[in-house]
């Protein structure tokens, strides 16, 4: 394709389109700012781009997914992007706030003249009629309610209709009640009881509460929806951490800034000093030290030279690099802890269902004591009987508040994997956090996991008769078309050696025992003791030896040339520097280890010694791994797996969580729950103190939703009346519900100061 017609094609996404704002009942009215529809007033709702691919959901409510914000049909709650933006959209909170403030000016002569009228009559101006502080009331509560109220009387309509109740189904009726009742008694006050009509024959209002009630329904939801937004902050972290633009250095060696959007696979960038890397790749000259933080959650610098790899955002601390675009986009690694931890705090605990299936029955329930209340007073309070029941039937639909039980668990979740990201811990799924508390068996792979799974020869024992780096050749060449841990270490041996590799033929693979394959003409065999026998090839002679490298931890791997044995390999792997750490803290949880590894179990002992672990399987092939999880499970334990290759993904896949290194093999990150980023056993440690202690909040939250509900019904039904001659104003019942689910998300977001 020629450059000019590449320009032609190329879309400048640079130029960024001005939004359209276009109301969801009213299709034709547009404009480019936000606002309200002059038709029906309700918010504007921003049209998504042909180009955007920006999905909305509801944090309560996961399969809710639409093309363009909104509110939940089912809750009535906002719609939240499905992955959170750097620049965060608050059309919503500037929405709700203009209401509120408004709402509060109107709201606050309301209440104080409605309140000095009640209770001191006597400082208002003589020449002031009630008649007249009614009239007053009446117009200044209208626009509060008919105006500030009217995206709750939308959606709890749209609730009616579609039979979602919810928290807007009770408060419309609520405040629609007290304001229709305030209309009939202010216009038509001869058709209540004389016993309800004062000696100029007028019917008490609650204008007041009309009023009062939605500006704090409406305060709440502002304060509601800042505290969301601040259950985000995980990923708008991650997100703001990407750089903007890149050094590009073009093929004639001159270099441009370009936007980090039209970085492209291949291409060469500079990074000079304090910069972050724009895209992953890989290093191509210079060297430097690099704050990988961001990523693994330790702040220890990391040595970079040429043919390191390097993870996008993490931050150059002071040598200037010149590295190849390897991932851009949503390919890079950034992207994808982005991508997984918006799909985490989307997914739903098992605890929900409790929550799910109280609130599914909540509402009606809620609307039936309203119902009962009012019945209750009309029939058996004292007078004036109307006024009293309609007083308590509107405290409790007001009061009652199921959006604190429905965001009891999923704000929780979003804020716990949110600070596990930041953690360097990746986690599927709130199925996954939630079963980790439970979690009282960890088993561990030996290699790349206990150890660092850079395994080096250290020991290369070679029978009389052949030629060492003859076998080393043949050996590292065989080793080079294989999958192997510990093929690399031989390869890389016999690159020490300035080795020139062969050409194998007939290679084959016998998974977990060994390989096999022609080199020059000759039939070489690699692996374990057994295999080489199932070969027909005597080891007796070396045991000792092999024995001996055995008990200082060394894996050993044996070899045959055409059916004779030749050689044998002593491979070390050094043990993470943090795995004893580890250990000892999983064990202080009260966490069983236990140790399965393809190793011999020699080895495999002599390096659960060094770490205090007791318990030791030995020479177990994939399946059998993925066997010993299952029969341990059989006895009850709860199960958790780490592991990092290829052979674990059965295992990890049978396990209650499956826990990937990140340093490990895609299949093991796919088959597992949770990824360690940084491949480190510590965070296992971590993730499971975060696990214990957001499901700790959640029941905290869940106890609060119930306890608050069971008790704030009765009470505004009036309960303690013939006791105490208590009677829940509608005002206080407001303030109350207002700041239940405020109270949940404020209990949640403490969960980002967890230390773990």
């Avoid at 009942?25 to 480019?32: A, C, F, L, S």
Wanted: aromatic fraction near 6%; glycine fraction near 8%.
């Amino acid at each position: 394709m020629s450059q000019e017609i590449k320009e032609c094609c190329q879309v400048d996404y640079s130029k960024k389109q001005a939004d359209v704002y276009t109301c969801p009942m009213h299709p034709e009215v547009r404009q480019n700012t936000p606002g309200s529809c002059p038709k029906c007033g309700m918010a504007l709702e921003r049209e998504v781009k042909a180009l955007s691919s920006t999905k909305y959901t509801c944090p309560m409510h996961p399969e809710i997914i639409q093309d363009s914000p909104g509110s939940c049909p089912k809750c009535g709650m906002a719609l939240e992007p499905m992955i959170a933006e750097a620049e965060e959209d608050t059309d919503e909170l500037d929405y709700m706030s203009r209401r509120f403030w408004i709402s509060l000016a109107l709201s606050i002569p309301v209440f104080i003249v409605s309140m000095t009228s009640d209770l001191a009559p006597q400082l208002l101006p003589s020449a002031i009629s009630m008649l007249s502080i009614q009239w007053f009331l009446f117009v200044l509560a209208t626009p509060v309610v008919l105006w500030g109220g009217w995206p709750f009387f939308v959606r709890g309509y749209n609730s009616i209709r579609t039979w979602n109740l919810n928290m807007f189904t009770l408060i419309a009726i609520g405040v629609s009640a007290a304001y229709l009742y305030s209309l009939f008694a202010l216009f038509l006050p001869s058709l209540f009881p004389p016993l309800m009509q004062t000696e100029d024959g007028l019917v008490h209002v609650y204008f007041e509460a009309a009023a009062v009630i939605t500006t704090l329904v409406l305060l709440g939801q502002v304060l509601e929806l800042k505290a969301r937004s601040k259950t985000n902050s995980a990923i708008k972290t991650l997100l703001n951490l990407a750089p903007k633009q890149a050094h590009r250095i073009d093929a004639d060696g001159s270099e441009e800034d370009i936007s980090i959007e039209f970085v492209h696979v291949g291409d060469k960038l500079r990074i000079k000093p304090g910069e972050k890397i724009p895209v992953d790749g890989v290093v191509l000259e210079g060297s430097s030290n690099l704050d990988e933080s961001m990523i693994t959650g330790e702040p220890i610098l990391v040595s970079k030279t040429k043919g390191d790899q390097l993870i996008g955002a993490t931050l150059n601390e002071n040598g200037t690099l010149i590295m190849q675009a390897q991932k851009v986009g949503s390919d890079t690694m950034l992207a994808q802890i982005v991508e997984m931890v918006s799909k985490a705090q989307r997914s739903r605990a098992p605890i929900q269902q409790l929550a799910d299936k109280v609130s599914s029955y909540f509402v009606p329930a809620v609307v039936i004591a309203a119902i009962l209340a009012f019945f209750a007073w009309y029939i058996y309070g004292p007078e004036p009987r109307l006024a009293y029941a309609i007083v308590s039937a509107v405290a409790v639909l007001i009061i009652a508040c199921p959006c604190a039980l429905g965001l009891a668990t999923p704000i929780s979740i979003m804020v716990g994997t949110g600070r596990a990201a930041l953690s360097g811990v990746l986690i599927k799924d709130a199925k996954t956090l939630e079963t980790m508390e439970r979690v009282d068996t960890l088993i561990v792979d030996k290699t790349g996991t206990l150890t660092l799974g850079k395994p080096k020869v250290t020991s290369f024992l070679v029978e009389d008769g052949f030629d060492e780096m003859s076998i080393l050749k043949y050996a590292a060449s065989l080793e080079r078309v294989s999958e192997h841990p510990l093929a690399e270490a031989v390869v890389e041996y016999a690159k020490d050696n300035d080795l020139e590799l062969g050409e194998v033929l007939n290679f084959k693979s016998t998974t977990g025992k060994g390989i096999e394959g022609e080199i020059e003409g000759k039939k070489i065999a690699l692996g374990s003791e057994s295999f080489l026998e199932s070969l027909g090839v005597s080891t007796q002679n070396i045991t000792k030896e092999a024995e001996a490298l055995r008990q200082e931890g060394k894996g050993v791997i044996f070899m045959a040339v055409d059916a004779k044995f030749c050689a044998i390999l002593g491979i070390e792997d050094p043990i993470k520097a943090t795995s004893a750490e580890a250990i000892k803290e999983l064990i202080k949880e009260g966490i069983r280890v236990v140790v399965i590894s393809g190793d011999n179990e020699t080895t495999a002992r002599a390096v659960a010694k060094k770490l205090g672990i007791d318990e030791v399987h030995a020479g177990i092939m994939p399946d059998g791994k993925a066997k010993i999880v299952k029969e341990l499970q059989e006895k009850g334990a709860v199960v958790a797996m780490a592991g990092d290759g290829i052979n674990d993904a059965p295992a990890l896949a049978q396990a209650d969580v499956g826990i990937a290194m990140g340093s490990g093999t895609d299949v093991a990150i796919e088959s597992a729950g949770i990824t360690l980023i940084k491949g480190d056993l510590l965070s296992i440690v971590k993730v499971l103190k975060l696990s214990r202690a957001t499901m700790k909040n959640i029941r905290q939250n869940l106890f609060f939703a119930f306890v608050y509900n069971s008790a704030g019904v009765p009470i505004a039904a009036g309960v303690l009346y013939p006791y105490f001659g208590i009677l829940l104003s509608p005002v206080i019942a407001a303030a109350a519900m207002s700041f239940s689910s405020v109270s949940v998300i404020v209990n949640a977001l403490r969960l980002k100061n967890t230390k773990i």
